[in-house]
């Protein structure tokens, strides 16, 4: 009972799950729509949140713009105080007042202005309100304004602090801008500081922090010594609502600015209700059809069915009959040794050669096909098991009346037809390719046995191959980071790392294969002088690593280098050819279960010394040789950002007429604007931009952007007849200097290339030469800066035949009090008087060397006396002011 019961609920499951299949496309798109409905809600309140953070971070930039616009421009009123201040150290406060009265005319957000020569207030606008200030003493202050004021004059840059309340009542920013003055011998000395009162609230006020309009909530932080944030300014709830927020950088600080939408980030958009209600009825449309249809095909179905039963059992019988013609290959025969006769299928007529038009077949001409060499075992098979009635398996070959040799397989049986007469039936089947596949597989694992041993002596001769250099023998890197792998930490342990010092020159000079040659005696003399223990490894060019475990690795390594020192400077014989390679070696010693990985690094740091000290040398890493390496490095990685980023900029120093002091040109000096340092001057970034080939790319960036300020000052009116622009030897060989300067339209005369000091024009450099041949050929003057350092010579000066030569500014200094001095500079003025070359003086600090140096002869003048280096902005009111002045004193 139970078994029929379970059998009925069976089938009751299958019938309903058929019923309910029709209905699955249905259910799917019911599904997915649902899905995609859900999908598309979700994503349009994402994108509502997202136009709403967007919204709100526009509009927190806009606010954080003007905020820092009005920061900026009252920080750049101070440095005009500051300026006049450090031109004028002796200002009293009649002439500061009227000062800061032209300033205070300015739109700005100031209250008053202080001056505190040697940190005690003596001047202040306006006066009245401030009179209670004049006198403090900066230093003994409050630790607070001690602390600012020493940090403003320690780091030379302006120091902002507040938002602090006022005595007068509200609230303000201090903003403390030191002054450093420069005595006769350009040294910078400080004079004290200014002290600048920023009204806090009309600061908010003018930067829209106060605006009613704007639908958002905005906050003001700043983060404090110990790491938390500080909010000064609206509600400090915002920082935990998911703000957005905007930096502002001033001075040494900066301010964070929050804000989130009004009601938070989870509103919803307005048509949301409308926009489900439409979607639900998409759905009712697109899934009732379905619904329809999936009934249709239930019906269809059932009709389907009841033809396709039919079908397979015809289809059943169908493929009995295709499996029973595909195995006929096998042929079938019958023997009645009666009468002789032997009955053929078909397939047995093909496999043996048996023409259509023969009917009948007989054992004679199964015996006449068989192969002669197996022609006697298969009779004697075959009669036996004849006689004994046994069974009847054998195989033998066969020669068809094409001639080909077929191989056959053979069973059969022996069976008494109608009890009485013996016979014997049985199949034939082609087994010619198993037989043939049988005796390829045979040959072909012979082969590989072969092969394999093949392989393997090349195995081990590849891998001999893959850990030793293939040119001197020795070890190669593969070998060693094995031997590092196998020995992560040691103790009493040193590695050496060795580099020839002019196996660059031999290469290039002679050859690879007289640099092979070199390397390979190279190799043997160092690993004659190894002992048990150590082994050299060649690193690829001309490196080598020594991996030296010892007693007393310090000992041990210094006796090693000086070993390989001395071994190295003997001349190394290629044939008739000597040569003098001489080695450096960077030495690191472990102890203590040093990692051998950190000593190869540190190796190589040491290695990296002995080169830049001047080569044939040994030195031991030391830590301070790591620190400077990544010194190194991490300025290394800030000039790469800094041009991909084009922070490098020009600053202008003007040139002067000797003798009218009439602006005659403009020399453009590189500074990198650092977003954290500030702006550098060369001396801070030029050599290590030198060590990675740099300087042509920071060239070319100076040369665009003074071009670009050039055309601009002549478009305004301002008339520089030209501007000079410092070209290293790394932009001289660099191609694309020919080919930019090839599309500019230039006034010849109008572009100066300042040839820097570190340029050696004395050495034979075709490329160079005519690279300055082209330079020339656009009608571009060429200068040579820096004369008389050391680095240009007379013979360079006729080679280059230069527009103008400057005389280095170590020379100029002391002219005034140095009668001998005086007469060096006017023999090198004479130099280029005789050649036809224009003379610059540069480094003029005072008039009175310019009155000298005018005197002497000299050309054209440029220094601090005059003016010094400024941006293009400054370069242009410079330009506007002296114009200014000349049409007053002409009228």
Not at 84 to 112: N, T
Not at 478 to 496: E, G, M
Not at 605 to 625: D, H, I, P, T
Request: net charge neutral; hydrophobic share 45%; with cysteine.
């Amino acid at each position: 009972m139970s078994f029929l019961l379970r059998l009925t609920y069976r089938s009751f499951i299958g019938r309903v799950w058929t019923s309910l299949g029709y209905f699955i496309p249905a259910t799917l798109a019911l599904v997915a729509l649902l899905f995609a409905v859900v999908h598309l809600d979700l994503d349009r309140q994402a994108q509502f949140q997202d136009n709403l953070r967007s919204e709100t971070f526009s509009q927190l930039r806009a606010i954080g713009s003007r905020l820092q616009a009005n920061i900026d421009g009252n920080i750049n009123l101070v440095h005009g105080v500051a300026a006049v201040v450090a031109a004028e150290p002796e200002i009293d406060q009649k002439h500061f007042a009227e000062i800061a009265e032209q300033i205070f005319r300015v739109k700005s957000q100031l209250r008053s202005i202080s001056a505190a020569p040697d940190m005690v207030i003596r001047m202040a606008y306006p006066k009245e309100p401030n009179l209670k200030a004049l006198g403090l003493d900066l230093r003994i202050a409050s630790e607070e304004q001690r602390a600012t004021s020493e940090r403003a004059r320690d780091t030379h840059r302006v120091v902002i602090t507040g938002p602090v309340e006022l005595t007068q009542g509200g609230t303000a920013l201090v903003a403390r801008y030191p002054v450093f003055t420069k005595d006769a011998a350009g040294e910078d000395h400080f004079w004290g500081l200014i002290a600048a009162i920023m009204d806090v609230e009309q600061l908010y006020r003018e930067s829209g922090l106060k605006d009613a309009d704007h639908p958002i909530e905005v906050a003001i932080s700043r983060t404090l010594s110990n790491g938390q944030p500080d909010t000064f300014y609206g509600n400090v709830g915002v920082l935990d609502k998911d703000p957005v927020a905007v930096q502002l950088s001033f001075g040494q600080g900066s301010w964070i600015l929050s804000a989130v939408a009004e009601g938070g980030w989870n509103a919803l958009p307005s048509d949301i209700r409308s926009t489900r209600l439409v979607s639900f009825a998409i759905i009712l449309l697109i899934v009732g059809p379905l619904v329809w249809a999936g009934n249709l095909m239930k019906q269809r179905h059932q009709i389907i069915i009841d033809i396709g039963e039919r079908e397979e059992r015809l289809e059943r019988l169908s493929h009995r009959l295709q499996l029973a013609l595909d195995a006929s290959k096998i042929g079938v025969w019958e023997y009645d040794p009666a009468t002789g006769e032997m009955m053929w299928d078909a397939r047995m007529r093909e496999m043996y050669g048996i023409p259509p038009e023969k009917l009948k077949c007989s054992y004679t001409d199964w015996r006449s096909a068989l192969h002669p060499a197996d022609r006697e075992e298969a009779e004697r098979v075959f009669k036996r098991a004849l006689a004994n009635a046994s069974q009847y398996i054998t195989e033998f070959r066969i020669v068809t009346p094409a001639g080909t040799v077929e191989h056959i397989r053979a069973h059969g049986a022996v069976y008494w037809w109608g009890g009485r007469t013996k016979r014997i039936v049985g199949a034939n089947w082609n087994v010619t390719r198993d037989v043939l596949l049988k005796e390829e597989l045979r040959t072909a694992h012979l082969y590989s046995e072969i092969q394999n041993r093949q392989l393997e002596e090349a195995s081990r001769t590849l891998a001999f191959q893959s850990i030793h250099d293939a040119l001197t023998g020795l070890p190669n890197r593969r070998y060693l980071d094995q031997y590092l792998d196998q020995h992560p930490q040691v103790d009493r342990f040193a590695i050496l790392h060795v580099d020839l010092d002019r196996f660059k020159s031999v290469n290039d000079t002679y050859g690879h294969a007289v640099g092979d040659e070199v390397l390979k005696i190279a190799a043997q003399r160092l690993k004659s002088h190894l002992i048990d223990g150590e082994f050299a490894a060649r690193m690829g060019g001309d490196e080598f690593v020594v991996a030296s475990p010892a007693k007393d690795p310090q000992v041990r390594s210094r006796t090693l280098a000086a070993t390989i020192l001395e071994a190295f400077s003997e001349p190394i014989r290629v044939g008739a050819l000597e040569f003098r390679v001489g080695s450096s070696i960077g030495i690191a010693v472990g102890g203590n279960s040093s990692e051998t990985r950190q000593l190869l690094v540190q190796a190589d740091l040491a290695l990296y010394e002995a080169k830049k000290l001047g080569r044939n040398r040994v030195e031991f890493f030391s830590e301070s040789m790591r620190q400077a390496h990544r010194q190194s490095k991490k300025l290394s990685d800030e000039i790469l950002r800094a041009l991909e980023n084009v922070e490098f900029v020009p600053f202008f120093q003007p040139q002067f007429d000797a003798k009218t002091l009439e602006v005659v040109g403009a020399e453009a000096l590189v500074r990198w604007n650092h977003p954290k340092r500030g702006l550098l001057t060369p001396d801070k970034f030029l050599p290590q931009a030198q060590s990675l080939n740099a300087v042509a790319e920071i060239d070319a960036i100076v040369l665009d952007k003074s071009l670009f300020e050039f055309t601009r000052w002549r478009a305004q009116g301002f008339d520089v007849p030209k501007i000079s622009v410092n070209i290293s030897a790394q932009r001289l060989r660099d191609r694309r200097l020919i080919e930019r300067l090839s599309h500019l339209v230039l006034i010849p005369g109008s572009l100066s290339f300042e040839l820097l000091e570190s340029i050696s024009f004395d050495d034979d450099d075709a490329a160079m030469m005519g690279a300055i041949h082209k330079i020339k050929g656009f009608g571009i003057d060429i200068e040579i800066d820096d004369f008389g350092s050391g680095h240009a010579s007379i013979l360079s000066l006729l080679k280059l035949a230069p527009r103008r030569l400057k005389i280095d500014r170590k020379l100029v200094a002391p002219i005034v009090e140095s009668e001998q001095q005086r007469r060096l500079v006017a023999s090198i003025v004479d130099i280029g008087r005789s050649v036809g070359v224009e003379i610059i003086a540069e480094g003029v600090e005072t008039m009175e060397h310019a009155r000298v140096l005018r005197d002497l002869g000299c050309h054209v003048l440029q220094g601090y006396a005059f003016a010094p280096a400024m941006p293009s902005k400054d370069f242009q009111e410079f330009l506007l002011q002296r114009r200014d002045q000349q049409r007053r004193e002409y009228g």
